[in-house]
């Protein structure tokens, strides 16, 4: 097994999700398929690579620190399922 | 002929001369929605009244001297496109009440040139799919035979195009989900190079992947789209600052002193038989027409799944990590604690293919696996670039495939996520290296479904892309719309 019942519990709450017993034993069995696949790039020596996380990279998107249009307090409160005239809300922290 | 078949460029023709309106053009696009829309399933959001006011507003434009490239032209975008003050749920129940207050600039330069939106299409949930059956809305079908999927995840796009709902729509490609619904439903599909076309107001995916493009039904169509969505937006920071070309000039019917490769490793078994035929004849057709046939190889093609369901998860669980219930969306609102708040919203607002990768991509990020998954991968990336860099040193473009079969039934698979990851090989690639790639139509198989032809090419070599498509399609024929029965 690549991933056990317990580490995928673990990484649901690390992603904050819930997940019910039988999505937690179906996730883990369809992890563990997709993760003994991945397997597969250990054949190759990567010793000496460099990661490519971009494949066409940008340096630097520097633009003048102008003020431009945005959006107002109001238009972007207005998404939100919960918030006064001025702030989003969320359940009580302390 | 009705006036939904037209492609862009003939319905621009007859607006220009006066023998049609834009009304009457979007009309018949909404008629023709009203007749198949119960068997195609396109779109999220169907906004008639809005699109029939759009239209007024082009014809008064026109009369008045002053059209834009699409003045008057019925599209539709993929719903992860925000569009102000239109619903853009992603596919999402998660994102099911969001309207917008901006525009992506896609639509943005859409709306700039008179284009009409007709709504928004149906899509993988977060454009996570090969079929558009994670959908929370609607579940597209393949408009050339019902049961049939019409592919993923900008499936909506594709059959609302090859139905004749629209006569083009934008859709994202982040391992395909241009080029293989396009390559399904029989119309053409463009994934730019990364960087060509912005993609501020895009719902974020992968972000190191996903690109916009165009799904339309001819080439010429596609370089049209092109020239009005490409270029730099400084709202973009991936967005390259590189002179565009006119892609309308690259429409040349001509591939002499072009070499042209194929890749032997996108030629192996479990390749349906019917869709090799199909890319032979193609290749065919460009060594008549006087190109050079090369072969080569792409040496790490057979790992590009495993590279690609790590990379595109890892970046997925970061960016989904934004959908909490505080800004934007559905939140539950019986839950007496912030994190117990967090979970029931993301639980109740994510469906299982969601769900599956945020929780791949955790796991890859996760402490103590990184380097074993995450930098691996990444590692792996550089050799799929580096293969694409040798090919096109031998070649100007390559030609392929665009999946291994023809469109499948729906739910075929559907508890079987890896099977379906790995009818994406072909694809996937070209988003890992950020070059771009076209579907082109190249036929059908015996059962009547639409079989497309792959062409990638080097990184800003969309005009050689679209002069060898040109001059494929001149010698295939396009596939025209789907009667819808």
């Known amino acids: 097994m690549k991933i056990s019942r317990e580490e995928v519990e673990h990484v649901a709450h690390l992603a ?18 997709i993760l003994s696949y991945v397997q597969k790039l250990e054949e190759l020596d990567t010793v000496s ?15 003048e620190d102008e003020v ?13 399922p919960q918030h006064t005239e001025e702030m989003f809300q969320v359940p009580r922290i302390i | 002929m009705d006036l939904y078949e037209l492609t862009i460029a003939g319905a621009m023709e007859k607006m220009r001369a006066g023998e049609i309106s834009s009304v009457e053009l979007t009309q018949s696009c909404l008629d023709r929605i009203e007749q198949v829309e119960g068997s195609v399933r396109a779109f999220i959001t169907l906004d008639q009244e809005g699109a029939l006011e759009r239209a007024q507003v082009a014809d008064a434009m026109r009369r008045s001297g002053r059209d834009g490239l699409l003045c008057g032209i019925p599209l539709t975008v993929k719903d992860l496109l ?34 009409v939106l007709l709504g928004k299409v149906a899509m993988d949930e977060f454009a996570m799919g090969s079929t558009s059956e994670s959908c929370a809305f609607k579940i597209p079908q393949n408009p050339w035979k019902m049961g049939y999927v019409a592919g993923g995840s900008s499936g ?7 139905a004749g709902e629209c006569l083009a729509s934008l859709g994202s490609d982040t391992g395909g989900s241009i080029r293989q619904p396009a390559s399904l439903c029989g119309i053409v599909g463009l994934k730019p190079t990364y960087g060509r076309v912005s993609r501020y107001g895009l719902v974020a995916f992968a972000s190191s992947l996903d690109q916009v493009g165009p799904l339309c039904r001819d080439v010429r169509d596609c370089a049209l789209m092109l020239n009005v969505i490409g270029g730099y ?55 008549e027409a006087g190109a050079e046939i090369v072969d080569v190889s792409l040496p790490h093609t057979d790992y590009c799944v ?16 934004r959908y909490d219930g505080v800004h934007y969306g559905i939140r539950d609102m019986n839950a007496d604690s912030l994190i117990a708040m967090y979970k029931d919203t993301r639980s109740v607002g994510f469906g299982a293919e969601v769900k599956r990768r945020i ?36 070649c100007d473009v390559l030609i392929s495939p665009v999946t291994p079969t023809p469109a499948w039934k729906m739910g075929e698979n559907i508890d079987d996520p890896l099977a379906v990851y790995l009818s994406d090989i072909l694809t996937i690639s070209a988003n890992l290296a950020g070059i771009p790639g076209m579907s082109v139509p190249g036929g059908f198989s015996r059962d009547g479904l639409p079989i497309g032809i792959q062409l990638q090419g080097p990184h800003f070599r969309e005009d050689t892309l679209l002069r060898v498509a040109y001059t494929l399609e001149r010698g295939i024929g396009v596939a025209g719309c789907a009667k819808v029965c």
């Open chain 2, 156 to 162: 909506g796009s594709a059959a609302a195009v090859a």
């Open chain 2, 233 to 287: 937006d400084p709202r973009d920071s991936t967005s390259v600052h590189r002179e565009m070309p006119d892609y309308s000039s690259a429409l040349v019917e001509d591939v002499r002193g072009l070499r042209v490769g194929i890749p032997k490793e996108y030629f192996v078994e479990g390749l349906d038989p019917e869709v090799e035929g199909v890319v032979r004849k193609g290749i065919n057709v460009l060594r």
């Open chain 2, 306 to 321: 495993a590279v690609y369901y790590l990379i595109a998860p890892a970046e997925a669980s970061s960016n989904l990590a």
């Open chain 1, 49 to 63: 690579l460099p990661p490519t996380t971009h494949a066409f990279s940008v340096c630097n998107a520097f633009r």
């Open chain 2, 359 to 394: 929780l791949i991509g955790t796991y890859a990020l996760s402490s103590g696996y990184y380097d074993a998954y995450y930098k691996k991968a990444s590692q792996v990336r550089t050799m799929i670039l580096q293969d694409f860099q040798k090919a096109y040193e031998k």
């Open chain 2, 82 to 115: 925000c569009t102000k003050g239109m619903r853009t749920t992603c596919g999402s129940k998660i994102l099911e009440n969001f309207i917008p207050p901006y525009d992506a600039t896609v639509v943005e330069r859409l709306k700039a040139q008179g284009g």
């Open chain 1, 16 to 33: 904050r999700l819930h997940l019910s017993d039988a999505e937690l034993q179906k996730m883990t069995a369809q992890l563990d398929t």
């Open chain 1, 68 to 80: 431009q249009e945005s959006l107002s307090q109001q238009e972007s409160l207005a998404c939100s």
